[in-house]
């Protein structure tokens, strides 16, 4: 009887967690066809890095525009242009400029336009729990990375049971480093200027400026 027992809890485990799975990629498919459905997105977001053990604890903030694959990126007082071609990393700290072209077909090139859809690939994912964050409801899906060379243990992708928008990223890292992407403002279909995605060099007169490639 034991053994029957046994084996029906297994069964019922087994079928529980297919059937959680089936409902997180579900979830993840109606986020990624959702994105598809903007124009552009401009994001606002909060970064925070963790680690207890290294009392590290840092926190700053950043700001995105996405059209296609094409993006702006301002983060820890840099800015990132890509235009389709090419990225410029402009750092005003040192008034340098590097230019370097990207291949974004590239699965495994981890760049701003794909922020939105990571998941898609290299991921076993499961159902997580669902949290109240200030009347939003925020449900969980686990990534768990499938390359073991991967120094993330595990991401947790807090999505907005409403919109289908994602609301949070946090990245737990095998060192116990904890890192957090929020988004405080998620506005789509904005009105972009035509150079909104253009480099221009005359903005930058005294920058030195280094060609990679």
Same mark, same amino acid.
């Given at each position: 009887?034991?053994?029957?027992?046994?084996?029906?809890?297994?069964?019922?485990?087994?079928?529980?967690?297919?059937?959680?799975?089936?409902?997180?990629?579900?979830?993840?498919?109606?986020?990624?066809?959702?994105?598809?459905?903007?124009?552009?997105?401009?994001?606002?977001?909060?970064?925070?890095?963790?680690?207890?053990?290294?009392?590290?604890?840092?926190?700053?903030?950043?700001?995105?525009?996405?059209?296609?694959?094409?993006?702006?990126?301002?983060?820890?007082?840099?800015?990132?242009?890509?235009?389709?071609?090419?990225?410029?990393?402009?750092?005003?700290?040192?008034?340098?400029? &590097?230019?370097?072209? @990207? $291949?974004?077909?590239?699965? !495994?090139?981890?760049?701003?336009?794909?922020?939105? +859809? %990571?998941?898609? #690939?290299?991921?076993?994912?499961?159902?997580?729990?669902?949290?109240?964050?200030?009347?939003?409801?925020?449900?969980?899906?686990?990534?768990?990375?499938?390359?073991?060379?991967?120094?993330?243990?595990?991401?947790?992708?807090?999505?907005?049971?409403?919109?289908?928008?994602?609301?949070?990223?946090?990245?737990?890292?095998?060192?116990?480093?904890? &890192?957090?992407?929020? @988004? $405080?403002?998620?506005?789509? !279909?904005?009105?972009?200027?035509?150079?909104?995605? +253009? %480099?221009?060099? #005359?903005?930058?007169?005294?920058?030195?400026?280094?060609?990679?490639?």
């Amino acid at each position: 009887m034991n053994k029957i027992l046994s084996i029906a809890l297994l069964l019922w485990v087994s079928v529980t967690a297919n059937a959680q799975d089936k409902k997180a990629k579900d979830l993840l498919d109606q986020v990624t066809a959702k994105v598809k459905t903007y124009n552009n997105i401009t994001i606002d977001f909060k970064y925070t890095l963790t680690n207890l053990k290294e009392n590290i604890n840092k926190e700053s903030k950043g700001n995105l525009v996405l059209e296609g694959n094409k993006y702006v990126l301002n983060f820890l007082g840099v800015t990132k242009i890509f235009d389709g071609k090419k990225t410029y990393t402009i750092v005003p700290e040192d008034e340098e400029i &590097t230019i370097s072209s @990207v $291949n974004e077909k590239d699965d !495994n090139a981890v760049t701003p336009s794909k922020m939105l +859809t %990571f998941f898609n #690939s290299g991921y076993k994912y499961y159902w997580d729990i669902l949290q109240d964050v200030k009347g939003r409801k925020i449900q969980y899906i686990k990534l768990v990375p499938t390359n073991p060379k991967d120094q993330r243990k595990e991401v947790l992708l807090g999505i907005d049971s409403q919109t289908k928008n994602i609301y949070n990223v946090i990245e737990m890292g095998k060192n116990g480093t904890r &890192t957090t992407l929020t @988004v $405080n403002s998620f506005k789509t !279909n904005q009105p972009l200027s035509k150079n909104q995605f +253009t %480099f221009a060099a #005359s903005k930058y007169p005294n920058y030195y400026i280094n060609k990679l490639d």
